[in-house]
């Protein structure tokens, strides 16, 4: 029986930078300093009027492909998350897959998550694998909330990035991927919705939990988000070391959902947690939903931060309200990872020996108008 191995990431961002200089200079009475301070963002990517989901997924994935040597008919499965697909139907992994000229043979589907969307990917992949079913699948997640935002809408429009990620997630013969842990809450729909584009009648549909301030068609309820995550994080981390067997101090990293700063600094303060243990990668991207965590992975590798052996705990939650933890040990590493220092530095990652782990850590095959506002 072979196990679920994440291997090379590749990630794509449309050409268009709005920084918050850019938006001072058309929003001169928003206060991009406070801003600043309390989501950690610099700039966003922003995608172009006629650019979607599938544009950025189908430019990440060649970037894949050509940077790792990939060849693209030995995927059999494509799975892509998003929430803003490009059509109701048909299913755009299904276009997707015509786009790379993957096989005709694959499996291929669209879910619809957002900052819970990559966990869960990865726990279907894994599930493909474990059960023989594919060997190699390749995991899209790409957003694009912009088209969802209002100019004017400062409580949205300074957070959300668009952005994709590509992750090729495939068999070993080595346990690195497990634990998965899952929660939903249905009731809690109402914090972050668009009710809009559907086929529910909008006399019918969905009502914002709090009265809206901004005519965005994305609402967000950013307070009872925070609270939202404080209050599962904790549990969340617990079940998931309980699952592995593993103990705070087995964890190397937390990997979590990219929000906000204010938002990482909140759960940094309840789970008793440092910056060192936490990474960000959220300066030049923002908050792109369920690419936040491949986005962050891709960073940490290029810095020389994630070597094989390194442990980590990967969480993602908001919209839905859904969320989901999982353990991961890094087994990946390129023939040469560049390393992000003053000397620009190249390290031979494969040259490096791996962290020794012990059996029992081994992950279990079984697998408001203020920018306080995160999801």
């Known amino acids: 029986m072979k196990y679920a191995a994440i291997g090379p990431v590749a990630i794509h961002l449309p050409e268009t930078v709005e920084s918050n200089e850019f938006l001072r200079s058309q929003y001169p009475k928003w206060d991009m300093e406070l801003v600043f301070k309390k989501t950690g963002i610099q700039e966003r990517h922003i995608a172009a009027p006629g650019e979607c989901s599938s544009d950025l997924g189908v430019a990440a994935a060649e970037k894949l492909f050509a940077e790792h040597n990939i060849d693209r008919n030995s995927i059999d499965f494509l799975l892509f998350c998003t929430q803003t697909p490009d059509y109701p139907l048909p299913t755009t992994a299904c276009l997707i897959q015509e786009r790379l000229r993957l096989p005709r043979s694959i499996g291929a589907l669209d ?66 991927l497990g634990s998965f842990v899952f929660g939903t809450d249905g ?13 529910r009648p909008k006399e019918t549909a969905l009502q914002s939990r709090k009265r809206r301030r901004w005519p965005s068609s994305l609402y967000m309820d950013g307070p009872e988000l925070v609270k939202f995550s404080i209050d599962i994080a904790p549990p969340l981390v617990d079940q998931v070391l309980a699952s592995a ?10 990997l979590i959902h990219q929000a906000t700063v204010f938002m990482l600094n909140h759960l940094r303060e309840c789970l008793s947690l440092d910056l060192e243990h936490t990474p960000e990668a959220l300066r030049e991207y923002g908050n792109t939903v369920s690419s936040t965590i491949p986005i962050l992975i891709h960073d940490l590798r290029r810095k020389g931060r994630l070597r094989p052996g390194k442990q980590s705990l990967m969480m993602g939650f908001g919209v ?8 991961w040990t890094e087994t990946w590493a390129a023939d040469q990872v560049q390393v992000d220092d003053k000397s620009e530095k190249k390290v031979d990652a494969a040259a490096e020996k791996p962290a020794a782990t012990s059996a029992d850590k081994q992950p279990s095959a079984d697998g408001s108008d203020d920018s306080r506002e995160a999801a």
């Not at 009731?187 to 086929?199: H, I, P, T």
């Not at 309200?321 to 999982?326: K, R, T, V």
């Open 187 to 199: 009731s809690g729909a109402d914090m972050l919705l668009v009710a809009e584009g559907g086929a």
């Open 245 to 254: 067997k593993w103990r705070r101090e087995d964890v190397d990293m937390y």
């Open 111 to 176: 879910y619809n998550l957002g900052c819970s969307g990559f966990v869960y990917g990865l726990s279907l992949a894994n599930g493909l694998i474990r059960t023989g079913t594919a060997r190699r699948i390749l995991l899209i997640t790409a957003e694009t909330y912009s088209k969802f935002i209002d100019p004017t809408d400062r409580s949205l429009r300074t957070i959300f990035g668009d952005g994709a990620a590509a992750t090729l997630v495939e068999a070993s013969d080595q346990p690195s």
């Open 320 to 327: 839905g309200l859904s969320w989901a933890g999982c353990v």
